[in-house]
């Protein structure tokens, strides 16, 4: 029966949902293999990986086996991979020294890797806290995490990576005037191709906990970090750092945690149009995979739709623990 009035909406935005096809033909974002950044635990030894209890499905490698796994995330087309050191207590000290020796764990990574896998990007974290026996990102002095000591130890830390071969420098730290001041180091030390991507917006989170364990750093943190990581209600001081960090020479920007803050990811786009990325950190992985274990939700549907939203929010690229088990669904 057709009516000649029509009570129905002309307007029916569930005609283009009707088939695949459809749907396919008005997404507006895409998640590519390409927009994955991996972060890695790397540990002293041979042959040796340890789980992350926290963290189900994510191990501590070795450097010989780390190798081996930068091969495979190159061939998975994934483009870079983030290091971060595994330091036993014992070898932590208040000086911080083992964090811009070159030959320490993370720049010993970089050039094995660099050796097998050279077209791999590789980032790097500059923060003191794996070296740190308060566990604190900066030196600590008489209580305070002290500014401009720190930025001056956190440069010879970012050197010490670009001369190893790190491609991209990631200042985690949130010590003020960092960014510039490694710029400048850079650029006087031959390395003026050497990019930054700033850890801009960083809050003090509890979304860290499980990263902590997997770098050793949960029983060695004295307090919290709250006055140098960003106050959880605070959005317009995120642009007021973005807007500061590539003043003084970022080439990329990255908003920490991810899902959280999806907002300033947005924010952070449009205001600035420069490259953004996110950091679903190990929190956020954690809560993703243990409710998976216990078979609340789909993980690899979790996972997938999780990563689409960073792209919708306006992030080019995302840091994910996720990043090598993404790349095998998308390409298979
Ligand atoms: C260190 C650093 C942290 C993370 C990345 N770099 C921890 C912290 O600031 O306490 C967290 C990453 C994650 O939780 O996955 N400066």
Redesign the pocket.
Known sequence: MTRTIAPYPLTRLRRTRKMNALRGLVRENALEVHDLIW?VFVQDGENKRTPIVSMPGVNRLSIDLLVKAAREAFELGIPAICL?PYIEQDLKTEDCAGAWDSDNLVNRAIRAIKAEVPELAIMT?V?L?PYNINGH?GFVVDGEIVNDMTVEALVKMAVAQAEAGADIIGP??MMDGRIGTIRRALEVGGHSNVTIMS?SA?YASA??G???DAVG?SGALKGD?KTY?MDPANAEEALRLVERDLSEGADMVMV??GMPYLDICRSVRDRFGVPTFA?Q???E?AMIAAAAQNGWIDREKTMLESLMCFKRAGCNGILT?FAPEVARILTR
């Open positions: 972060p971060f974290d923060a806290d990102d985690s730290d850890y960083k979304f860290y499980p990263f902590r750093a970090k990581q920490k945690p950091y950190v190990s929190g992985y623990y």
